[in-house]
């Protein structure tokens, strides 16, 4: 019997372990996902999310329970035809091109705002179908700061919008402009007020998202106290122009900006975001549960670690993705995976087959790696990750470079460069102010085989970088890069594909693979 008895508890806690593995885990994605928001229609619940100056813009992610999540379209293809967004004439829109959006469904339409600094302008994307389009885009003037678009029960339009003072501004009911002769008042004249007079000083109130439930007007905000610690604030009226009441409404770990989302069984979470370096802002959900009219957010005010959503382990692969450059007929030219640094240039890049591959043909003469047009990135992930690729530079011409980098204001790169008709492997550093070539290695070869290993656990945030002759044998090259989230660029580290000319155009390479990976070269 106690034999039998050891075996019965062993039993049950195998059992209880592996529906603990089951459960999804935060953070629900661990990459650069964030200003999140979030609608559902049925039983899809579709996310959008902000990534600035990549093209295209706007990510829509798709999931069917909460945890896992994959891109099914982006809102626009090219947010603005300008020098910022072109790279040209010494212009770049690096930190900026479009902020904060957010989605919403009404009348069998999809709807995604945004706004832009690069731009001045206030977007409006709508869609009947949010996964095939077509999107019908319109801007107005001004930019809305964090706008939050609300289709209230009487027909009305608004966005709310502002940082620190919250204004209530009503669009036209086709959502095509400011209506003429219609509301607009600030509603909220400081959202920090409820932190208290001795915890002014921090970030101002913002990130706007507005809903309506039982007949009252919640504004989820997020703002920091004098001591910068990102806190959800939230307010709420009776009016939609007020007053509003307000409250500290979550602060832990730095999670916070988002709204609400309910699933079809009628439980409430909150869709939110936390800082976490080098990688970027990532997304957490938190249950939510409502007393006294109020929603209360997290477990015990905090946030989870697991949650009673399926496994989301293997999520993160909706979101990046391994490419060997092989197109059937019909696909598209790139997995919806892929974004540009900035608007290609689509004269000069294409996917060729037998076998496949990705070519960039340099265009034009640049002075540094991150002002080269047609690099192709995807994000970095945690908690480790690698990528590696393989490419053909037999191409190339006096003056060009062309490999694999680690994007963001201090980048590193590995690469092939061509200097006086010899070419090297180079190991490039950007950690100081200045870009430094680190180690440089004789190369005659035709096809050379690159890999960076990025490590985010507990903000190591360290990246190594490796070559191969073989794509067996690696072999590290160069310094360790200290990543940093710098918000000259303000996005997590990207893995990115490049090629630039400093001498002369017409150059060259053809990339073969590439492969991502959840493991990391060991480091003595």
């Known amino acids: 019997m106690k034999k039998r008895a050891i075996l019965m508890a062993a039993v049950g806690l195998f059992a209880a372990v592996a529906a603990q593995a089951e459960k999804a885990k935060n953070p629900i994605i661990w990459a650069d996902v964030p200003d999140p928001s979030i609608v559902r229609v049925g039983d899809a619940y579709y996310m959008s999310s902000t990534t600035m100056h990549m093209s295209p813009g706007v990510p829509i992610m798709k999931s069917t329970d909460l945890s896992n999540w994959e891109v099914v379209n982006y809102a626009y293809d090219r947010l603005v035809e300008n020098d910022k967004m072109n790279l040209e004439n010494g212009q770049n829109a690096y930190g900026k091109g479009s902020w904060a959006s957010c989605i919403r469904y009404h009348n069998d339409t999809y709807y995604v705002s945004t706004f832009s600094s690069t731009s001045g302008k206030t977007h409006v994307y709508s869609t009947k179908d949010i996964e095939k389009g077509p999107w019908k885009a319109v ?203 900035h608007n290609p240039d689509n004269k000069n890049w294409e996917i060729l087959g037998n076998p496949g591959r990705f070519r960039i043909t340099t265009g034009r003469v640049d002075k540094d790696v991150v002002s080269a047009k047609n690099m192709l990135t995807q994000r970095t992930f945690g908690p480790v990750s690698s990528a590696s690729t393989c490419v053909d530079v037999s191409n190339m011409k006096d003056g060009d470079v062309a490999g694999f980098i680690a994007l963001q204001s201090k980048y590193g790169y590995v690469a092939v460069k061509m200097a006086d008709g010899k070419k090297s492997i180079v190991m490039v550093s950007a950690q100081g102010r200045d870009p430094e070539e680190v180690e440089a290695v004789p190369f005659d070869g035709k096809n050379a085989y690159f890999k960076i290993d990025c490590d985010f656990r507990n903000q190591t945030d360290r990246a190594n970088f490796y070559y191969s002759l073989d794509g067996k044998e690696w072999k590290k090259i160069g310094s360790t890069l200290r990543m940093s989230y710098e918000l000259t660029h303000f996005m997590g580290y990207r893995f990115g594909l490049f090629n630039y000319a400093t001498q002369t155009v017409g150059g060259y390479v053809d990339f073969d693979y590439y492969r991502i990976a959840e493991e990391i070269t060991p480091v003595n």
């Open 139 to 341: 801007e107005f003037s001004p930019s809305l700061h964090d706008n939050s678009l609300f289709f209230d029960d009487d027909g009305r339009v608004y966005m709310i919008s502002g940082g620190g003072r919250i204004t209530l501004t009503e669009l036209t009911e086709d959502v095509t402009g400011i209506k003429p002769g219609g509301t607009s008042k600030v509603i909220i004249e400081n959202g920090n007020a409820v932190f208290g007079p001795d915890q002014q000083g921090g970030l101002g109130a913002e990130g706007s998202h507005m809903y309506k439930v039982n007949g009252k007007y919640y504004l989820f905000l997020i703002a920091s106290p004098r001591q910068w610690f990102r806190t959800v604030l939230l307010y709420r009226a009776d009016n939609i122009e007020g007053p509003y009441e307000g409250k500290v409404a979550f602060k832990d770990q730095g999670v916070a900006q988002g709204g609400l989302v309910t699933a079809p069984n009628g439980e409430w979470f909150a869709y939110l975001f936390g800082d976490r370096g080098a990688v970027g802002r990532i997304p957490y959900l938190v249950p939510v549960k409502w007393e006294d009219g109020w929603p209360v957010i997290g477990v015990d005010g905090k946030v989870p670690e697991t949650l009673d959503l399926p496994d989301n382990s293997k999520g993160i692969y909706g979101i990046v993705a391994s490419d060997e450059f092989e197109r059937k007929e019909g696909d598209p030219k790139l997995p919806l995976e892929w974004q540009w640094n």
